[in-house]
């Protein structure tokens, strides 16, 4: 085993003749498993009445799925949406390949489950900053700016589209796990540790964001936020 550390972060490590790649950077796997986190807190505060506390777990949602977005054009190649979002014949292409062979970041159809769930959450999060109660005392902090009956049905919405997000979320859940049982591919360990062993024939070419492009999401992130809140 040694270690071989590319100029674009490539392979980092040699384990035999397998080559070990980096292909997910820091700011995608830390948005990852903020979104997990934050979406298991805003389950809970919702479940037990705790509002207000529901209302900072949306709020940070919202910076951090604004920052995906950002980092979906400015981020490093396997985060950004035009690597990964592929048309219909690519989608059928993949499938039709019975190796479903792996990639460097999302595959085909790994890229709609990402667009539904990133989708999905911007949706509830928005919705959220519009719901109004029915007494008004914990109504979104832009439900001023949509009648009442309006901010009602952001709520009946909010309500229907989590349960819609469970779903996915199990689909999800379950497909990584089908991955790993069914092509012994482990798509966990590289969203935790960002490398993952690679022969599937020649090596992807990764460009790396530099680290001033994500402090500039996170800026903007953090301003989106503080003006909604
Ligand atoms: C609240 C629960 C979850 C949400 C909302 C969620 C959301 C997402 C999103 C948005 C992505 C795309 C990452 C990106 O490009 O930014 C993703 C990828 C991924 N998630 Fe989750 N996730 C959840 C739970 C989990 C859990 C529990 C696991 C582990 C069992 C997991 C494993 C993965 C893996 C391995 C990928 C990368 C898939 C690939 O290689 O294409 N996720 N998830």
């Known amino acids: 085993m040694s270690a ?40 809970w505060t919702a479940s037990h009445h705790r509002m207000n506390y529901h209302r900072y777990s949306g709020y940070a949602l919202l910076g951090v799925l604004a920052f995906r977005l950002y980092w979906g054009v400015f981020g490093s190649t396997t985060a950004r949406f035009a690597h990964f979002v592929k048309g219909p014949r690519s989608i059928w292409r993949y499938l039709r390949s019975r190796a479903l062979k792996a990639a460097p970041g999302h595959n085909p159809l790994g890229a709609l489950s990402v667009l539904a769930l990133l989708g999905l959450l911007l949706g509830q999060v928005t919705l959220g900053l519009f719901c109004v109660d029915v007494d008004g005392l914990e109504s979104g902090p832009l439900s001023h700016w949509v009648t009442f009956e309006t901010g009602r049905a952001c709520a009946r919405l909010h309500r229907i589209g989590f ?14 796990l089908l991955y790993w049982v069914f092509k012994r591919d482990n798509l966990i360990r590289p969203m935790i540790t960002g490398s993952k062993g690679w022969s599937h024939g020649p090596l992807p070419r990764i460009e790396f964001a530099p680290r001033w492009h994500a402090v500039l999401g996170i800026a903007l992130a953090a301003l989106l936020v503080w003006y909604v809140a």
Do not use: E, F, N
């Open 4 to 43: 071989v550390w590319g100029t674009q972060s490539r392979v980092v490590l040699q384990v035999g003749t397998r080559p070990v790649l980096r292909v997910w950077d820091g700011a995608t796997r830390l948005v990852h498993w903020l979104l997990v986190a934050l979406v298991g807190l805003s389950w």
């Open 163 to 176: 349960d819609v997000l469970k779903v996915l979320i199990l689909l999800h859940i379950v497909a990584v």
